[in-house]
């Protein structure tokens, strides 16, 4: 059986990019790119067809991730038929998420850092209008959530 998950945050720049590299490279190291397939996409339409922000590449590349072959795209209704977890980063990106859900869909829709308990926060803070600070700390909570995450569908899915 293969697990598919979708990240999803406004732009598809910083956060869900960040998830969608991250998630993948550990699903390279894990030998699971059989059972897992991963994507990311943002509410809003933006950013269609460009790259990850340059803070974001730059921040991802540093700690050994290559997003530079992702593109931005927007989420549609029919990514509901494809995807088993549809994983948004903040609570604005969840009711946007929720507004265009289809009455039939039976996967998992909810926030990504649900995955993480025992640290306070519930979402990943937008880094896009602050310092360089801020994508470190996307990286950081990314990391702890994707291997959280790895480990809920490798013992329920
Ligand atoms: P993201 O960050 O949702 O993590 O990709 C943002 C990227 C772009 C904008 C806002 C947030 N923007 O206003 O263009």
Partial sequence: MVTKVLFVCLGNICR??????VMAQKIVERGLI???RVDSAGTSDWHLGSLPDPRTLLAAKTRGYD?????GRQVTRGDFDEFDFILAMDQ???ANL???KPRHFAGHLGLFLDFLPNQPLR???DPYHGGTQGFEQ???LVEASCDALLTHILTTA
């Fill in 16 to 21: 869900s990019p960040t998830a969608h590299g």
């Fill in 138 to 140: 996307v990286l950081d």
């Fill in 34 to 36: 059989k059972r897992i």
């Fill in 67 to 71: 997003l530079s072959d992702q593109r």
């Fill in 98 to 100: 929720e507004r265009i």
């Fill in 123 to 125: 979402e990943v803070p």
């Fill in 92 to 94: 604005q990106n969840l």
